[in-house]
């Protein structure tokens, strides 16, 4: 069965980092593209980036690009989401994805509150 | 960016109605070369992560029920639900992969009458 479990989040003060990771299982993670996609608390969707099953490229939403980095360890089956200089308009639930474009898994999601 | 639009924002319904709702696209999501819509459709309900219910416009995932029937092409997409059943009651949303930024609609409520 394929999970994907995500951690890292909670109370965070803007302009701070944040480390999200996402731990896989039940499938070759190596094999797959993963994504990032987050949920504001209105029930806005909003993908954020991917990367290459080899960690070789990644592709991000441009208003994102600039704070936000993706990365991966295969060794670990873990993804990783890198957050900077938060934003109250960051505060989201953010979910681990498989297979980017046509989201056939996800995790449960890690809340991220940004607040002072 | 390639808009998604939904209506309605939600629908109040009663188990055993026929159901529909709409997603159109800024923008074309069929390919011409392949001849298929980036449009796939997802189901969210309340505390729960979606779930994708059909990909490429049409294509039902494994194990979703037949009465969830997705449709269109182009610009103009339709789901429907044949016979609603308590447990569909969800936010339904579209998302459009023709193009990065992937983007999705605001969604659906399907809520009971």
């Known amino acids: 069965e394929v999970q994907l479990v995500e951690s890292g989040g909670g109370l965070v003060q803007p302009g701070a980092s944040l480390k999200l990771s996402c731990v896989a299982s039940g499938f070759t993670f190596s094999d797959y593209w993963m994504s990032w996609v987050r949920q504001t608390p209105g029930k806005t969707m909003e993908w954020i980036g991917d990367?290459?099953?080899?960690?070789?490229?990644?592709n991000y939403a441009p208003s994102l690009k600039n704070r936000f980095t993706i990365s991966r360890d295969n060794a670990k089956s873990t993804l990783y989401l890198q957050m900077s200089n938060v934003r109250s308009e960051d505060t989201a639930t953010y979910y681990c994805?498989?297979?980017?474009?046509?989201?056939?898994?996800w995790g449960q999601g890690t809340l991220v509150t940004v607040s002072s | 960016d390639i808009v998604m639009t939904q209506t309605p924002s939600s629908q109040a319904v009663s188990a055993g109605e026929k159901v529909t709702m709409s997603c159109k696209s800024s923008q074309s999501l069929l390919y011409s070369e392949n001849k298929k819509n980036y449009l796939a459709w997802y189901q969210q309900k309340p505390g729960q992560s979606p779930k994708l219910l059909i990909s490429?416009?049409?294509t039902r995932e494994s194990g979703v029920p037949d009465r969830f029937i997705g449709s269109g092409s182009g610009t103009d997409f339709t789901l429907t639900i044949s016979s609603v059943q308590a447990e569909d009651l969800a936010v339904y949303y579209c998302e459009q992969y023709y193009d990065t930024p992937y983007t999705f609609g605001a969604g659906t409520k399907l809520e009971l009458k």
């Open positions: 490429w416009a049409s």
């Open positions: 990367i290459k099953y080899d960690g070789s490229y990644t």
């Open positions: 994805t498989a297979n980017p474009g046509v989201f056939a898994y």
